[in-house]
């Protein structure tokens, strides 16, 4: 089982570059999220996905986009990269509601800016 | 306004108990506990729910006190494989905002 797959697991940008980081789960989930964690801090949600087709905003959405593809891709843009954003990216998926279910993540994706 | 955790950081002896505390400023309908070790994805521990019911995992055991909006995980007789860094997680009753507390170092000495 793979569960959690996010493609690439590193990536060094020059600032201004875009890149597209990519997530596909394989537990037929209906909810996905995309977080970022700075060295030696918490997880902090970008955007999420509630269901196939609905996008939302999280704590930090600027300078990001995200596409449900279907329901099981959900990728994360950066349209004009900062050294800001040098961090590690996990995406997670949970079966339903995530008051009540667990959250599966990825292995991460570690991006750096320079 | 994520979940602020208490201690920030601990350092534990083998066999040793700790608390970590997550505190919310919003009403909270369940409570996700998780640990990370370093350079890899945070794991599921277990969840509590609004009402009491809880899902445990491995010797660790939590309690939920849904007014005074409160989270609390009990680690007994800790093992060097508690290290590593605990977080609580939410998402804020009716959305799917889901949102993680302010992390808590913990290490294990032998």
């Known amino acids: 089982n793979a569960g959690v797959t996010q493609t690439p697991k590193f990536q060094v940008l020059k600032t201004g570059q875009s890149m597209t980081l990519q997530c596909a789960q394989d537990?037929?989930?209906?909810?996905m999220y995309w977080y970022r964690q700075d060295p030696g801090m918490g997880l902090r949600l970008i955007y999420y996905s509630a269901s196939e087709g609905t996008t939302d905003k999280g704590e930090v959405p600027n300078g990001y986009n995200v596409s449900r593809l279907n329901k099981r891709e959900f990728s994360l843009r950066l349209e004009s990269a900062a050294p800001s954003q040098t961090s590690v990216y996990f995406c997670a998926s949970s079966e339903t509601d995530p008051n009540t279910g667990e959250l599966f993540f990825g292995e991460g994706s570690r991006l750096t800016v320079l | 306004q994520q979940p602020v955790q208490s201690p920030q950081a601990v350092i534990l002896r083998e066999g040793e108990d700790a608390v970590i505390n997550c505190s919310s400023s919003k009403a909270l309908y369940s409570v996700h506990w998780y640990r990370q070790k370093h350079g890899e994805a945070p794991v599921f521990l277990m969840i509590?729910?609004?009402?009491?019911e809880q899902k445990g995992h491995e010797k660790i055991s939590a309690s939920f006190n849904e007014k005074k909006q409160q989270s609390s995980l009990y680690l007994t007789a800790s093992q060097l494989s508690y290290s590593g860094t605990y977080f609580c997680?939410?998402?804020?009753?009716?959305?799917?905002?889901?949102?993680f507390g302010t992390g808590t170092r913990l290490k294990v000495l032998a």
């Open positions: 509590l729910l609004k009402g009491g």
């Open positions: 997680g939410t998402a804020y009753s009716g959305t799917y905002k889901y949102i």
């Open positions: 537990m037929n989930h209906n909810s």
